[in-house]
């Protein structure tokens, strides 16, 4: 059994940005639009008029001021309210696997490697643009990486449940370092006409390299003390999309097949989930929440990252004690826990004890206990 580190983390970030003020302005132009040309059917009460958004109201309540996207022209255009990404022949990479070496090739700067040092690829995410072949082939063949490599998907969850998958590997001596990359093009499920979500998400990428103590010479490494996953079936976050669409076609374009969740019921149910598991992972490592530095949370929601660690240390945190990119980068699923570790890890002093977490649809939720070298 060997020791494993996590050596080096990379991010992809989209050129493009969109401001809160950006989207409301579409979003109010389709409201008027909409309510114009319904405005007869609304009058006899068939049909609920539409109401506006505001900047302020999508700040308050998520904590969001803007986001990155791979398309924002798209998005924006009042008629698509949807990025607009080309199809790609199969001769060229996938929008999946462009950003996934985007954020592949930092990781592995920071960690010192190069393709032959790993031998295997896991893409985690929320969303995989196809079935097959999978992502993470197409990752290896583009990075020249030999071994193996496959998807996996736990929703937001997704990047925590793919470093214990990886550091499982390394551990029992299956692979010397994985690559673990999150790609995310979460703007292409979000329901952009929908009031209450249409602000939540951004577009992003991250990478993570996983691999043996004994062989690594990064010097941003992290020991993976422990990992622990809870996954809960909830459908209070769902997206019906899939294959088996074009065979009830009844559902085609139905409002189901982009990304829903039940926003109250989530908070709720899911704050006290995650405080409650890391708080028990910790105790079972003989580990004292007041000796962690750091939490990298899942970049959903402020308010909820504000309970799940006041939940935990009694107190509310310190923005160094839980460091927030949710306000640049918006929700970006799998990719939001591993921005928050990649940006705001440099300045932990060696011995420091740290705590990354995701939690999402499923529900899925993944704690990783990590301390710097």
């Known amino acids: ?48 008029a539409l109401t506006e958004s505001s900047a ?42 462009q950003m996934a ?49 496959f998807d996996m998907n736990v929703a937001c969850s997704s990047a925590t449940f793919g470093i214990q998958t990886a550091a499982n590997s390394v551990q029992l001596g299956q ?53 622990k996953l809870l996954t809960k079936f909830s459908n209070n976050i769902r997206n019906n999309f899939g294959f088996l669409n074009r065979a009830a076609e009844e559902g085609v374009g139905a409002r189901d097949k982009l990304f829903v969740q039940e926003g109250r019921k989530v908070f709720k149910e899911v704050c006290p989930m995650v405080a409650e598991l890391i708080g028990a992972h910790l105790e079972e490592n003989q580990l004292n929440i007041s000796d962690v530095k750091r939490f990298w949370l899942h970049q959903a929601n402020l308010s909820m990252n504000h309970l799940i660690v006041k939940k935990l240390l009694g107190r509310d945190a310190t923005e160094q004690e839980a460091p927030v990119i949710l306000d640049t980068y918006a929700n970006t699923s799998s990719a939001g826990s591993v921005i928050a570790f990649h940006k705001n890890q440099d300045d932990l002093p060696a011995g420091s004890l740290a705590v990354l977490s995701s939690f999402g649809a499923g529900y899925s939720i993944g704690s990783v206990i990590l301390r710097k070298r």
């Not at 996207?69 to 990025?83: E, F, H, N, S, Y």
């Not at 090739?105 to 790993?118: H, N, P, S, V």
Request: one cysteine or more.
């Open 56 to 97: 302020a109201f999508i700040e308050k309540a998520s904590g969001i001021k803007s986001r990155y996207v791979m398309d924002k022209d798209g998005i924006l255009d009042p008629q698509r309210m949807a990025p607009r990404l080309p199809e790609r022949s199969n001769d060229e990479w996938s929008v999946l696997c």
């Open 101 to 149: 070496i985007g954020a592949a090739e930092q990781a592995l700067q920071r960690a010192g490697k190069t393709a032959a040092d790993i031998d295997g690829v896991i893409v985690a995410c929320s969303n995989l643009q196809r079935a097959y072949p999978a992502i993470a082939i197409e990752v290896q063949e583009a990075l020249g990486i030999q071994g193996f490599g």
């Open 175 to 227: 692979a010397r370092a994985i690559l673990m990359v999150n790609p995310e093009v979460c703007t292409g499920h979000l329901n952009f006409r929908d009031r209450d979500s249409h602000f939540i998400f951004g577009d992003a990428a991250t990478a993570v390299i996983i691999e043996r103590a004994d062989q690594a010479t990064s010097k941003y490494q992290f020991d993976i003390v422990s990992t």
């Open 1 to 48: 059994m060997h020791n494993v580190v996590i050596s080096g983390t990379g991010l992809y970030t989209p050129a493009n940005s969109i401001s809160n003020e950006e989207l409301v302005q579409s979003f109010n132009t389709y409201v008027a639009q909409f309510n114009a040309d319904n405005a007869d059917a609304i009058a006899r009460g068939e049909i609920e």
